[in-house]
């Protein structure tokens, strides 16, 4: 196992909920680790949603891939050669943005056979202005390791900043030298232009007047056999609340040194045994037995923790943001892929594979003083990991040549479990601009993805109420319609849910008789309670459109 560094960050620069968006911006660091063969870098973007369309732009020279009409679970890959890598300190436009019209997904990866390194993009809408940057001295990490540099040339780590939006930004980067004396260097970043500098734990603070990307990366991190790996590592915005946090550490990560960065103080505790921290940026020892053993640690902030070690810069995930189901997007999936997923210890037999339990060989370790459990799965086929009833954590790992692992949490999709799978579309209800006939509301309701409302349950109800209770009262048609022969009521379904009526919610009065209305519509007015009335077909009023519930199921993979 590898030796490992616990970096803490005190601004919260947490995982975001999800993983999934319409717009993403990243660009390709330096890999001098595989500078003596051909580096590959791709884009591997998810779809979520049926007939997607995925534009994938280089700024640098414009060139745009579009892809239309994808399915549901298709992995689209887009590769580039080594040109688009940015190795120079100074404004460049080798960025690149990924806008779809439907939630996708984007991993962005890096290397050659046998020594890839990947990290999740996150979306847009979970970039900020402000940034917190771990002071990591290059120097002293490599002391802390015994470790043999290889270059001099390359030991600072480096920043990557990319505006990510379509105008002018204003970025000033805090920095406080080794006297301890404060400056700030001010930049104006072009639309979706990058900026890189070099860092030696001198950088503190990254703040933007509008949303940037930020990329803590190195391009050659070394390791104990005299080699090196690049490491990339996407930086999140600050969350400042007092709120205490968990972080479970399986053994298999090794643990052994701390390095703090805060500006306040906390403590921070492995079980009972508490350490204090006082805006530290030193590497501290941490606590003797939490090398060898899963542990949980504790802060009395919200925080962020960091594992490091040669070639790894890893986000763990606090318990607090564990998700219901987890999608993994490998560089390569083959042997050496691994899912590393901590579950309940109870409910560890609910975990899923795609739609498959695990298998029953898998080896449970229990982490001692938590009610949880680890497991590592191997993941050669793996699109999805999931459980019914329980938030798990999941990451995914990946061992390099002489045995070195890298690796970053899976891409979560939705955070509440879900009987059924990974829920990418929750049933929703919609209600229409205009008022029309039913049959033309039922139109209306399929141009749109929709079909007309059912309602088939006091749960249903209540959900009509949650959608609909700030809308202007009024009345909206819903599916229920009588035969013409039979006059009997029945669902008008666009799918195979029964279309047999078991569950009324009628006005008083009503329904009326058949030759007075054939069809129902609902009244969204609360003082009405929200109840049915029958009503002739071809009266005006606004269609209640329904969407069902989608989940996602891998299907394809494109290549570009």
């Not at 947490?14 to 003596?36: C, K, Q, W």
């Not at 960065?261 to 805006?279: A, E, G, H, W």
């Not at 999936?333 to 899923?352: E, H, K, Q």
């Not at 749109?448 to 309602?455: D, K, M, T």
């Amino acid at each position: 196992m590898l030796t490992v560094l616990l970096s803490i960050l005190m601004f919260s620069q947490g995982l975001s909920m999800d993983s999934r968006g319409t717009s993403f911006i990243t660009a390709f660091p330096e890999n001098i680790a595989v500078y003596y063969k051909k580096t590959v870098n791709l884009l591997k973007i998810t779809t979520l949603h049926p007939n997607t369309t995925v534009n994938v732009t280089y700024m640098a020279n414009g060139t745009v891939n579009t892809t239309e009409c994808i399915k549901n679970g298709t992995i689209l890959t887009v590769y580039w050669n080594k040109n688009v890598e940015e190795y120079q300190f100074v404004s460049s436009n080798k960025s690149f943005r990924i806008t779809s019209d439907k939630n996708v997904t984007v991993l962005s990866v890096s290397g050659w056979e046998g020594r890839f390194q990947s990290h999740v993009v996150q979306p847009e809408q979970h970039l900020g202005t402000v940034y917190q940057v771990p002071a990591l001295n290059y120097t002293k990490i490599a002391a802390s390791f015994s470790l043999v540099m290889t270059s001099v040339r390359f030991l600072p780590f480096r920043l990557m900043i990319i505006n990510a939006v379509d105008r002018n930004n204003s970025v000033t980067i805090e920095q406080v030298d080794e006297r301890g004396q404060s400056q700030a260097d001010r930049i104006t970043l072009d639309p979706y232009k990058l900026f890189q500098i070099e860092i030696n734990g001198t950088v503190r603070e990254i703040k933007a007047s509008e949303k940037v990307a930020v990329l803590l990366t190195h391009p050659c991190f070394d390791r104990i056999d005299c080699s090196c790996n690049m490491v990339v590592n996407q930086l999140k915005p600050p969350v400042f609340d007092k709120i205490p946090a968990t972080f479970l550490v399986p053994s298999y990560f090794n643990a052994k040194q701390l390095l703090v960065t805060t500006n306040q103080s906390c403590s921070v505790c492995l079980y009972s045994n508490c350490i204090s921290v006082q805006n530290s940026t030193d590497i501290v020892p941490l606590f003797g037995n939490i090398i060898n053993t899963s542990s949980l640690i504790s802060t009395t902030v919200h925080v962020s923790l960091r594992l490091i070690s040669p070639g790894l810069i890893l986000d763990l995930i606090p318990t607090s943001m564990f998700s219901g189901c987890y999608l993994l997007g490998f560089s390569s999936p083959s042997s050496s892929s691994r899912a590393l997923v901590i579950a309940n210890t109870s409910s560890t037999n609910g975990v899923r594979i795609n739609d498959q339990p695990l298998n029953s060989n898998i080896r449970w370790s229990v982490m001692n003083g938590s009610e949880y459990s680890w497991a590592l799965v191997e993941a050669q086929k793996i699109g999805t990991i999931w459980h019914p009833t329980s938030k798990i954590g999941v990451y995914m790992i990946e061992r390099l040549d002489f045995d070195s692992i890298y690796g970053s949490p899976a891409m979560a999709i939705n955070m509440d479990p879900d009987g059924n799978g990974c829920l990418v579309t929750p049933e929703i209800f919609v209600l229409g601009k205009d008022e029309m006939s039913w049959f033309m509301s039922r139109k209306y309701c399929l141009e749109n993805a929709y079909q007309l409302a059912r309602i088939v349950a006091n749960n249903t109800v209540n959900k009509v109420v949650l959608n609909m209770t700030l809308q202007k009262p009024t009345e909206g048609w819903i599916g229920l319609r009588r035969g013409l022969y039979t006059t009997d009521w029945y669902w008008k379904n666009e799918d195979n849910f029964p279309s047999t009526v078991n569950f009324t919610y009628w006005q008083r009065g009503q329904p009326e008789k058949p030759e007075k209305g054939l069809c129902a519509s609902v009244s969204l007015d609360p003082r009405k309670e929200f109840k049915w009335q029958s009503a002739p077909c071809c009266s005006k009023k606004k269609p209640v459109c329904y969407g069902t519930t989608k989940y996602l199921t891998y299907s394809d993979t494109v290549k570009l």
